[in-house]
């Protein structure tokens, strides 16, 4: 042959090595610490699976009421960071230590159309809507998640932070549906 088909095969069409992870000959392409040709690695905090190197993990998923519209400007701040929705939802994740923490919801335009909530190891332990207006909200890690407030039908005595969720009887009735008062 007068001219292989590249530098890493010869004219027998034998492999004479010289490929990157992606099968790119003379290629840089390297498999990252996760495994992932090309890939940057795990992010800062997590192990390659998505799990905290220590602390628990917390995500904050945002929503637009429009699948396939932003938050107009909107955002939460926490951590110093700005979460924001460019298309329809996203998620933010972060491995925290136990303790109490804040974040901020700053107006945008069409505020009506976000809503979000924070996991902590996957229960919901604080959520909000745009339509609220600007305000602060908390959650806290390392706490048990459960409805604090004595008067709900669903108070649960061993919760330390309550997580939105407490349930009450309609008026004029009790938490097992029967009729109180006259």
Known sequence: C???????TDC?????????CNGDCGGTAVEDECGVCGG??????FNCDGTCISGTLVVFNLQD???????NGAS???NGESLTVAAGSASYAYCLEDGD???????GSYDSECSWTVAVDGETASSGSGSDGEADYSFSVGAILGCTDTDACNHDPNATAD?????????????????IGS
């Open 65 to 71: 009421y429009y699948s396939w519209d932003s938050w």
């Open 163 to 179: 997580n939105g969720a407490c349930e009450y009887p309609a008026t004029g009735f009790d938490c097992d549906g029967n009729c």
């Open 101 to 107: 923490y804040t974040y901020s919801f700053n107006s």
């Open 2 to 8: 007068t001219y292989p088909v590249d530098a890493c």
């Open 12 to 20: 027998d069409g034998n492999d004479l090595g010289g490929q990157d």
């Open 76 to 78: 939460l701040s926490f």
């Open 40 to 45: 940057s690695g795990a992010p800062a905090g």
